[in-house]
């Protein structure tokens, strides 16, 4: 699972510099099981299934306060002027662009689908998605704003290392 590690860093990386205009750094030790980030009501959680020659989804986790700053970045708006529906459509175009960029870095001559994302109650993510199989992807962001988690659930076969 090395390479699409390696492919969702780089992803996440140029999707945050470019989009976001965020520096960032992979905390290497920090799960979504033992960090800040899953807290029910300050988190926002989506899903993004997809298939290809291996499926699953696309998990992201992002706290408010930094959701907010994202959208601010990214859509150019005040924070005083950023609603509910700014925030779900950044964290849902944020799934978006991680899953397209990582599926093309991994191997740009495969063709996976990628479903509409959807957002899911942070409350059921720890019953569905934790704790982290070996064969998941899991990397926890940490910017400026603090961390965020992206994590890639597969369902079967998956890509070789």
């Not at 945050?16 to 205009?21: D, V």
């Not at 907010?68 to 978006?96: C, P, V, W, Y």
């Not at 397209?100 to 689908?113: A, D």
Request: hydrophobic share 40%; proline share 3%; charged share 20%.
């Amino acid at each position: 699972m090395q390479s699409l590690k390696t492919a969702m860093m780089t992803s996440i990386s140029e999707v945050l510099e470019t989009m976001f205009f965020m520096s960032l750094d992979f905390d290497i030790h920090a799960t979504l099981e033992n960090s800040d980030i899953m807290h029910n009501d300050l988190s926002m959680a989506c899903r993004l299934n997809f298939t290809g020659p291996f499926s699953g989804c696309l998990l992201i986790i992002v706290p408010k306060d930094l959701l907010a700053h994202m959208t601010e970045s990214f859509m150019g708006l005040e924070q005083d002027k950023i609603t509910a529906q700014h925030r779900e459509g950044t964290i849902k175009e944020l799934a978006n662009m991680i899953a397209g960029n990582t599926f093309s870095t991994l191997n740009n001559q495969i063709e996976f689908k990628l479903a509409i994302p959807e957002l899911i109650d942070t409350r059921t993510v720890s019953d569905q998605y934790l704790p982290t199989k070996e064969r998941d992807v899991e990397i926890i962001t940490e910017t400026t704003g603090g961390l965020w988690g992206a994590k890639i659930i597969l369902n079967d076969v998956h890509p070789n290392d």
